[in-house]
């Protein structure tokens, strides 16, 4: 299926990574994987994870550039930046193929009502989740589980 434009451009949400958005407006518009997304607009998938195509990310999903990059890590060797901090891969950084997220932001964003309607599909990832230091949510206290376990968002 090639994607020309999209039609649906939910609202970036503060500590949202570009990649994430990216996968919240693929879904809006119906296309089943942010991959085929990507492809269509010209970016390697592999590589959404990181700063790399953030312009193309932002243009397609009407958000600032300036901001996903704050809210979306970089792609040097051994450090990684992001929102402001300096991590070290592996030991501090995780860009697990398995994403990890909280159940109880996750059921917010579902309850979620105005202004928030903006937003859909409601459920979005946070940035920090990638951070291999957090093991549990700083706002719920709960422990951080793989989205696998919250496929139905």
């Known amino acids: 299926m090639r994607i020309n434009y999209v039609a649906v451009y939910p609202a970036r949400q503060d500590g949202e990574p570009a990649y994430a958005h990216l996968m ?4 809006a518009n119906g296309v089943k994987r942010v991959a085929t997304l990507a492809a269509n607009l010209g970016l390697e998938s592999y590589r959404l994870h990181m700063r790399s195509s953030l312009e193309t990310i932002g243009s397609v999903g ?3 550039a ?3 990059s704050h809210d979306t890590a970089t792609d040097d060797r051994d450090i990684v930046t992001l929102r402001g901090e300096t991590l070290k891969r592996g ?5 697990l193929s398995v994403r990890r997220a909280c159940p109880a932001c996750y ?3 579902k309850q979620a009502t105005e202004p928030y309607k903006r937003r859909l ?5 946070r940035t920090w989740w990638d951070v291999a230091a957090v093991t549990a949510c700083p706002v719920h206290y709960c422990r951080l589980i793989s989205v696998v376990s919250l496929l139905v968002v």
């Open 24 to 27: 919240r407006v693929a879904q």
């Open 91 to 95: 030991t501090q950084w995780s860009s």
């Open 62 to 64: 009407r958000s600032d």
């Open 66 to 68: 300036v901001s996903l």
């Open 121 to 125: 599909p409601r459920a979005w990832h």
């Open 107 to 109: 059921a917010e964003d």
